[in-house]
């Protein structure tokens, strides 16, 4: 039973978005390591971007930061 855990910041994917990704990821495993879709499970958590770091920074102040 493959679990797919896809982490992304909540800034605006939408339900039809979240919905190609699950169907991709599960259609890759199926094709790629022939694993049965009816027991594969992937799960989408939304992180906020104050929640989320790069580089010693939070998302939302990296993207607050002008270009260059």
Known sequence: MPYVNIKITRDGAT?????????????????????NPATTVVVIDEVETDNWGIGGLSVTERRARPPG
């Open 15 to 35: 339900a039809e978005q979240k919905a190609a990704l699950i169907k991709g990821v599960t259609d890759l495993l199926v094709q790629v390591l022939d694993k």
